[in-house]
């Protein structure tokens, strides 16, 4: 019995066989902005098929004059449709075509088939930042689709804020490069999770009304107004990248951010900005630096207790570039390590 399922004759040697070119396209990038390869393979095919009447490229192919067969073709049927040197371009769907591709992979290496030139060409590629589209994707659905996360609010969210900070700078001391992408995934949540709860009504978490005109609530913003103000302000304090400003060393970088800043705050005093909520000796090392940075002429304060004694070495700390939080931290997980060790526990601590 004949198997109809393959070619069972291997065409004449002298005989083309063609071309398949799978065309692939990110969705992260604006349909109709392929690459110019992929717009001369296009106008060149002899065939452009796609199983997809609806793929986002369509409308701009049609536009280009290309025409489009919707086909969704087997293995065997795409390599017929190019015996004789012809070309055929394959636009997958987003999810590519599996079934295809496998059936290709089984034909050529059966040894029975004169296969045409398979070709995978990109015609849009994603660019740097391309997955942070993704992430606004997917926290929007699972505001609105999960029961935990739909129900949360700035004020519920803060403390992870926090823990996830803290969790960052554990990894950054531990030198875990896989637990630091982690954690920056989990900081990069806290933020894209914020500004989604601040799109919905002025930041309170509730679902808000538009208003006459339909604007929406006052105080309402998105992840692309927080990415904007970001940007804007790295520019600005940037003048020496982005503008006419001259800046030699990280000290004269300092001069100018610590400029820029009192112009755009317009504080009034050099602890203004300061957030007193802060650990204590990441406070004082900072009010000191303020004071440093400001030429502001004080004194320390004296008085009687541990409190004022830390604060000195928190402002001597400070003077000689050495974080107090981080200097701490490194002796006290020293004397964590002693304590296990003391206590005869090799393994470190979760």
Same mark, same amino acid.
Request: proline share 7%; charged share 30%.
């Given at each position: 019995?004949?198997?109809?399922?393959?070619?069972?004759?291997t065409p004449d040697a002298d005989e083309p066989t063609g071309r398949i070119v799978l065309l692939t396209t990110s969705h992260r990038v604006a349909p109709g902005v392929l690459s110019w390869p992929a717009w001369q393979t296009l106008h060149a095919a002899d065939r452009?098929?796609?199983?997809?009447?609806?793929?986002?490229?369509? &409308?701009?192919?049609?536009?280009?004059?290309?025409?489009?067969?919707?086909?969704?073709p087997d293995a065997h049927a795409l390599v017929e449709a190019c015996a004789g040197g012809r070309t055929v371009v394959v636009l997958p769907g987003g999810e590519g075509d599996q079934r295809l591709t496998d059936g290709l992979a089984r034909l050529a290496g059966s040894g029975r088939v004169a296969m045409p030139d398979l070709e995978l060409l990109p015609g849009s590629y994603d660019l740097?930042? =391309?997955?942070?589209?993704?992430?606004?994707?997917?926290?929007?659905?699972?505001?609105?689709?999960c029961p935990w996360t739909s129900r949360q609010t700035h004020e519920g969210l803060a403390k992870y804020a926090i823990e996830e900070a803290y969790e960052l700078v554990e990894a950054i001391e531990d030198g875990d490069r896989e637990e630091l992408r982690e954690e920056l995934g989990d900081v990069l949540l806290q933020v894209v999770f914020h500004a989604r709860i601040a799109e919905e009504a002025g930041g309170d978490g509730e679902a808000g009304e538009e208003g006459?005109?339909?604007?929406? =609530?006052?105080? =309402?913003?998105s992840i692309d107004d927080v990415a904007g103000a970001l940007v804007t302000k790295l520019i600005h304090r940037h003048p020496?990248?982005?503008?006419?400003?001259?800046?030699?060393?990280?000290?004269d970088v300092?001069?100018?951010?610590?400029?820029?800043?009192?112009?755009?705050?317009?504080?009034e005093s050099v602890t203004?900005?300061? &957030?007193?909520?802060q650990p204590g000796l990441a406070l004082a090392a900072k009010l000191a630096g303020r004071v440093r940075a400001g030429g502001v002429a004080v004194e320390l304060p004296r008085g009687e207790g541990i409190g004022y004694e830390l604060l000195e070495l928190a402002a001597r700390a400070e003077a000689e570039g050495i974080d107090p939080e981080t200097a701490l931290r490194a002796a006290a997980r020293a004397y964590r390590d002693?304590?296990?060790? =003391?206590e005869g526990v090799t393994e470190p601590g979760a």
């Open positions: 019995m004949t198997d109809h399922s393959e070619p069972t004759a452009v098929l796609c199983a997809d009447p609806g793929h986002p490229q369509l &409308p701009y192919l049609r536009e280009a004059g290309i025409e489009v067969a919707f086909e969704s740097p930042g =391309a997955r942070l589209l993704d992430l606004v994707q997917v926290m929007d659905r699972v505001r609105r689709e006459e005109d339909g604007e929406d =609530a006052v105080g =309402a913003f020496h990248v982005f503008g006419d400003a001259e800046a030699e060393t990280p000290e300092n001069a100018h951010w610590q400029r820029t800043k009192a112009v755009e705050k317009r504080r203004d900005g300061i &957030p007193v909520g002693a304590i296990r060790a =003391a």
